[in-house]
Each structure stands twice: as C-alpha cells, then as structure tokens.
C-alpha cells in the first residue's frame, strides 16, 4: 500500500512539474527578455540612458548591420550603412530604412540581437526604433535610428579581447491585428528566429572571416 501510494504521488508530482514549469515560461517573457538586456545572455544588447565618455586613445571596433524580415511582412528593411566605427565608449548613431511595398498600413516590431554572442554584455543601446512598434502607411518610408556604444571593458575581458568585429541584427515582424492570446508565443518565435539568425551570422564570421 505504501509502494502504491509513493508511485502515486511520484507520478503526480512528474505530470505536474513540466505543466508548473511550462505555464512560468509562458508568463516570464517579458522576465526573460529584461534578463536578457541585462546580462547579455544569447548576445542580447543591454540598455543605457548615456554612453561613458570615450578616452582619447580607446581602441576602436567595428559594428556591421544587418536586417530580415518575417515572410508576412511585406515591408523593405535594411541598414543605411553596412558598416561603421566605433572608439569603444564612443556613441554612436546608425538608421535603418523602412518602406511599405503594400497597399495598406501595416504594423511592425523589430527584435534585435549581436554576434559574436558573447559581446552582447558589453553592447548598449541608448534609444531605438526597436524599443517600440513602427506603423507605415502604404508605399510609407521611413529612416529608423538606433543610438548605441560599446563598453569600453570589452578590451580588457580576456574571453572577448579577440572580438574586432560586431554585428547588430534586426528581424521585423507584422504586428498588426495580433489578439493577446497569440502574442506570447509569437514572441517566443520572434526570439528563436533572432537567435537561430544570430548562430548562422556567428558561423559565418567564423568560418567565412
């Protein structure tokens, strides 16, 4: 009877662990994605109201920028520039342009990440067309700004001193007309696309130089 009762609970306690631990990642997005801005982790970049004041002899590095866009969205999105940079502690300011290629007005939401992953402790935004949601009239266009700097300790954190080159990305996605019940797991998605972009941009700095 003992045995019977242990199996009992032992299955109980089996079904109702993954269901407690699925219905806290369903509610932590948001705990997540904060997580995520403040430590870098899955190269996230982090958020500053100011950039530190850059010395005079910083070393530099450079910011590339790249851009995609959800197969529903039926927007042109890329960077005004490839390519720019940076003294480390210096800020920054790059665009991305935007145009609706549809005939009606449409909503989108940027997700962002950097590679090499393991710089995004050290890449801060200061103010982004990504921190809120872009709307674009048809044939609409736009020049969206992302202020940004690289903390200047990256030159001394012996497992990123050989990064010379970073990369900002953005993923667009059709936000509109999106009820509450779907915008979770939308999420959810937009952030696996961001970070499977990120691996594949990560490879090929590796393998393609």
Not at 76 to 91: D, I
Not at 162 to 174: A, E, H, N, Q
């Given at each position: 009877m003992a045995d019977r009762q242990r199996n009992r609970r032992m299955a109980v306690l089996l079904v109702a662990v993954p269901v407690a631990m699925g219905a806290l990642a369903w509610a932590s997005v948001p705990l997540y994605r904060l997580f995520c801005q403040v430590t870098g982790f899955g190269g996230t970049p982090g958020i500053a109201a100011e950039a530190p004041q850059a010395a005079a002899d910083a070393p530099s590095i450079e910011i590339r920028f790249n851009a995609d866009?959800?197969?529903?969205?039926?927007?042109?999105?890329?960077?005004?520039?490839?390519?720019?940079?940076?003294?480390?502690?210096?800020?920054?300011?790059a665009f991305y342009r935007a145009e609706n290629l549809g005939d009606e007005p449409v909503t989108g939401a940027a997700t962002f990440n950097v590679?090499?992953?393991?710089?995004?402790?050290?890449?801060?935004?200061?103010?982004?067309?990504?921190?809120?949601?872009?709307?674009?009239?048809?044939?609409e266009s736009a020049d969206m700004p992302v202020s940004f700097f690289v903390e200047p300790e990256i030159a001394t954190d012996p497992n990123v001193r050989?990064?010379?080159?970073?990369?900002?990305?953005?993923?667009?996605?059709?936000t509109e007309d999106e009820s509450a019940d779907s915008a979770a797991p939308q999420a959810q998605q937009a952030d696996a696309a961001?970070?499977?972009?990120?691996?594949?941009?990560?490879?090929?700095?590796?393998?393609?130089?």
């Open positions: 866009i959800a197969p529903d969205l039926d927007w042109r999105f890329g960077p005004v520039e490839r390519a720019v940079t940076v003294r480390l502690g210096e800020p920054a300011l590679t090499p992953l393991k710089a995004g402790a050290y890449f801060s935004k200061i103010d982004c067309f990504c921190f809120t949601e872009q709307r674009l009239g048809p044939g050989d990064v010379g080159t970073i990369t900002l990305s953005y993923t667009f996605f059709r961001v970070r499977e972009q990120a691996a594949a941009t990560e490879r090929e700095q590796i393998h393609g130089g």
